[in-house]
């Protein structure tokens, strides 16, 4: 057994990948599936079992014998059903209550580190924006300990979305959006949401109650779990 984790261990630095490009294995006929982040999928014979054993354990939940997923992919598990950032659904085993809230805790652990270390990373490639005249943000989804969507948090907020906003930018840096604008009209965060999980771009447009403005907000997933907002005030194209 030693022998074929070793076997595992030696794909993957021959393939280089790190645990944190890959999404989820599937045990797939007499072959294991790796899909990784950047959408590629590698099939090998050497066994799920052995990969289980060489990824860290911290990282990654095995929900059944031919599926292994990385915790930081995991969005929502209902009735043993794992619903992954891409979209995709697979069935587990049910956990009774005990066990699921244990588990939820654990993916709540790795998800906030992977949060804490994409918000780190967001705010250096984004503080060229920092004095940018148009307002711009980024918003990451949270969900609660039974996956579901509650809120959005500020991760990097220029300036002028600061002004725009009437609120100091570190005021609103790791903030509710509800924090911010008690107020706010919800018709689009399930648009927000979908970028954040599905990725792809969108042009929203219409009146926001909670800054008092006409505006047209172009939105794109810069990580998974994460949307980027330009907002542009219609007034000011007048």
């Given amino acids: 057994m030693e022998q074929m984790t ?3 261990h030696s794909f993957l630095r021959r393939k280089k990948i790190a645990p944190a490009d890959i999404r989820y294995l599937i045990r797939t006929g007499a072959q294991t599936e790796l899909h990784l982040l950047d959408g590629r999928t590698l099939n090998t014979y050497i066994g799920l079992k052995a990969f289980s054993d060489a990824l860290p354990k911290e990282d990654f939940l095995r929900i059944n014998k031919g599926v292994l997923l990385a915790k930081s992919q995991i969005v929502k598990i209902y009735r043993g059903t794992y619903l992954t950032t891409d979209g995709k ?3 587990g085993r049910t956990h009774d209550p005990i066990q699921h809230k244990t588990i939820m805790k654990e993916l709540a652990k790795s998800q906030a ?7 780190a990373e967001l705010n250096t490639r984004f503080s060229v924006l920092d004095i940018m005249p148009a307002p711009f943000c980024v918003i990451e989804l949270v969900f609660d300990e039974k996956g579901k969507e509650t809120t959005f ?3 990097y907020c ?3 979305m600061g002004e725009l ?3 100091p930018v570190a005021q609103m840096m790791n903030h509710s959006f509800y924090d911010i604008f008690e107020n706010a ?4 965060l399930p648009e927000y949401a979908e970028i954040c999980i599905n990725g792809g771009s969108n042009v929203l447009h219409g009146y926001s109650r909670a800054l008092d403005r006409d505006l ?3 939105c794109f997933q810069p990580e998974k779990g994460f949307c980027a907002c330009l907002l542009i005030d219609k007034a000011t194209l007048a």
């Fill in 6 to 8: 070793h076997y595992a």
């Fill in 89 to 91: 659904s697979f069935t």
């Fill in 113 to 119: 580190r992977h949060s804490k270390e994409v918000s």
């Fill in 153 to 155: 948090i500020f991760r």
């Fill in 158 to 160: 220029n300036d002028s």
């Fill in 165 to 167: 906003s009437n609120q």
């Fill in 185 to 188: 009209d919800e018709r689009w």
């Fill in 216 to 218: 047209s907000i172009y």
